[in-house]
Nanobody, 120 residues
Framework: QVQLVESGGGLVQAGGSLRLSCAASRSISEDNQLGWYRQPPGKQREFVAAITSRGSTNYANSVKGRFTISRASGQNTVYLQMDSLKPEDTAVYYC??????????????WGQGTQVTVSS
């Protein structure tokens, strides 16, 4: 298992921006994927974005064009730049780490979550 620590959450007005960071406690397997999920109040956790160790990215339709996921070169740190924030983006945001094993991703860690609140 890998410990992941998120930071950067907070309160922002609609239309504003926030940048989340997530750092892993140790090196992760070369073939890995780091991602962001969120859990809005009273709802289930949902996928937001992910980036592989080779730089391939994937986004939920609800955040495409507004959020950008990136990772520090050579480091197991992932960022989520969130622009044009909307009240419906309010949620606890979680970081997740997966490793590629025999062609399938297996989760090796979740962060503790960071609160993002967007006021209207």
């Amino acid at each position: 298992q890998v410990q992941l620590v998120e930071s950067g959450g907070g309160l922002v007005q609609a239309g504003g921006s926030l940048r989340l960071s997530c750092a892993a406690s140790r090196s992760i397997s070369e073939d890995n994927q780091l991602g962001w999920y969120r859990q809005p109040p009273g709802k289930q956790r949902e996928f937001v974005a992910a980036i592989t160790s080779r730089g391939s990215t994937n986004y939920a339709n609800s955040v495409k064009g507004r959020f950008t996921i990136s990772r520090a070169s050579g480091q197991n740190t992932v960022y989520l730049q969130m622009d044009s924030l909307k009240p419906e983006d309010t949620a606890v945001y979680y970081c997740k780490a997966d490793v590629l094993i025999t062609g399938r991703y297996s989760t090796v860690g979740w962060g503790q979550g960071t609160q993002v609140t967007v006021s209207s």
